[in-house]
């Protein structure tokens, strides 16, 4: 647990709605949020949207045989509908991580922009409002669409997430331009130093183990570029070829094969592909989080078995991830508990963050 | 503030500002169109095929591969340059506990970064010319990046075994 020095010396660096304060808490909550949007996503929409996908695929190689292209072009609407379904519900994942992440990264930076603690305050404040408008924004495209839309491919949801992209792209220009001021003028020594030095148990743990992750994550993914990418664009245009072929021969027991296939090739890149993002993901977590552990106002048990529940998490997710394409749902029912573990650790951390918060502040108070 | 430190969090900050910049740009000027292109081309080929107008169907399908093609490598890139300008940050604040000497850590630091930036960028050279180069650089930059970072998992390791020989402040001096 932090002592009552380290928690004085670090009070200044985590002042009370300060950037550091904002990106910190910010920063977890957006990546709690993200995990549990995400576990939601993959256990009510991910498998039946594909199943629904896959349905309309099979309908449309029958609508070809029959030679019926209107009811072809209906299928396919419905098809681009499950698609955008799927792709935005991906994307507001990816990005409430990312935000989260990069909110994270942002606070650690803070000693070293110089600029005011109110031009700090309101590039944070910007940089939340952005990382909140823009995946929510990404949500809504699939229920708001072209409605009102003054853009003929673009809706309104669109324009909002883009703006929200801009409010956090706004942000880090401030923040680069903070960490330029500093680099190019007199440099205050930094309690922020001290923060770097935290050789605390979990500290260490978590920075080994998320490197560890991270390299991990790129071998793989090096591995599926060199061995699978291609291969996969290949199959990938080669079942549709067939699919329509044999549809249009009235070989439909060949085109259904076909479909089939192409189902078992997408859910084949989307695991390898989700493995590889996940793993990546979560050591950097673990290295981010490294960092946060100085600011857990927890007992050391209790921060030792946040980390451990953490980074076994951080494993079992895209390990079973991985191993949904032998062992189908019960994989996938392992890999969303890992995720789970992800979140009870996270939020269990957040708990001590929001603990360390409350004890400055009282101290604060209690000042004369 | 070290050398290699100053690389990593201005490079990391920078390629995050251009990775969304890029992202941002794409979102608003092709990401719409190249999404209605791939579902108009394979409506079409599907719509061919019922029609039994096959040199058309298939037309229409390799319009729907290439744009396919194109589009993974755009959001592959997007994600990529923001991810890797990530790790810069997080290195670029700790780098000094990699066990190495600073005229190491620098030049671990610039292969980083070139890694970081040659990558996503062969990545996306591949949507505008399908030929070896972009190819080669694409992997040269990954290979990069994976030495690097097994050269700083290494040095973690060691800085981690050097602050439990030495007393707080004598680590990383060597």
Request: aromatic residues 10%.
């Amino acid at each position: 647990m932090s002592t009552p020095n380290a928690i004085r010396r670090n009070a200044g660096a985590f002042a009370p709605l300060g950037p550091a304060r904002l990106f910190s808490l910010g920063g977890i909550t957006l990546i709690i949020g993200g995990m549990v949007f995400g576990d939601v996503f993959a256990v009510f929409v991910l498998h039946q949207n594909a199943g629904r996908i896959g349905q309309h695929l099979l309908a449309a190689t029958q609508a070809v045989a029959a030679g019926d292209v209107g009811s072809v072009l209906a299928h396919f609407t419905s098809i681009g509908g499950f698609l955008e379904n799927r792709g935005t519900k991906v994307d507001t994942h990816v990005h409430i991580l990312d935000f989260g992440y990069l909110a994270l990264l942002l606070a650690l930076v803070q000693p070293y922009v110089a600029l005011s603690a109110s031009a700090k305050k309101l590039l944070a404040q910007i940089f939340l409002l952005g990382a909140v408008l823009l995946p929510v924004s990404v949500f809504l495209i699939h229920y708001v669409g072209l409605a009102y839309s003054p853009l003929r491919a673009i809706g309104w949801a669109s324009i909002f997430a883009d703006f929200g992209g801009l409010l956090v792209i706004v942000a880090c220009v401030g923040e680069l331009a903070g960490l330029w001021r500093y680099l190019r003028g007199p440099r205050p020594a930094l309690a922020a130093e001290e923060l770097r030095q935290d050789r605390s148990w979990p500290a260490r743990v978590l920075l080994t183990g998320g490197t560890l992750l991270v390299l991990l994550g790129f071998l793989h993914g090096a591995y599926y570029a060199a061995a699978n990418l291609y291969q996969h664009e290949a199959r990938d245009t080669a079942l549709l070829r067939a699919m329509m072929e044999d549809a249009a021969g009235n070989n439909l027991a060949a085109a259904t094969q076909a479909v089939n296939a192409y189902g078992g090739l997408q859910g084949e890149k989307a695991v390898k592909i989700a493995a590889h993002a996940h793993i990546i993901e979560f050591g950097l977590l673990a290295i981010l989080l490294a960092f946060v552990q100085r600011f857990v106002f927890l007992s050391e048990r209790w921060k030792r078995r946040w980390v451990l529940v953490l980074l076994l998490g951080s494993v079992v997710l895209p390990v079973f991830v991985l191993l949904e394409l032998r062992w189908g749902l019960v994989a996938g029912g392992i890999a969303d508990m890992g995720g789970l573990l992800v979140v009870v650790s996270l939020s269990g951390m957040l708990v001590g963050v929001l603990r360390h918060t409350g004890r400055l502040d009282a101290g604060r108070e209690a000042e004369p | 503030m070290s050398a290699s430190r100053k690389l990593l969090l201005v490079s990391g900050l920078a390629l995050a500002v251009w990775g969304m910049g890029y992202g941002l740009w794409y979102a608003l000027f092709a990401e719409h169109q190249a999404l209605d292109q791939m579902g108009a081309s394979l409506a079409n080929a599907f719509a061919r095929a019922a029609e039994r107008r096959m040199p058309e169907a298939h037309a229409a399908l390799e319009a729907f591969a290439q744009t396919q093609f194109n589009y993974v490598r755009q959001v592959d890139v997007h994600s990529h340059w923001t991810g890797l300008a990530m790790l810069l940050i997080v290195f670029g604040a700790i780098f000094d506990r990699v066990g190495f000497d600073e005229r190491k850590r620098f030049y671990l630091a610039t292969i980083l970064v070139v890694g970081a930036v040659s990558f996503p960028l062969g990545v996306v050279l591949q949507t505008a010319n399908r030929g070896p180069i972009p190819k080669a650089l694409a992997v040269l930059g990954s290979a990069l990046v994976i030495l690097a970072l097994a050269a700083v998992a290494l040095g973690f390791a060691r800085g981690n075994a050097a602050e439990r020989r030495s007393p707080p402040g004598e680590v990383n001096r060597a």
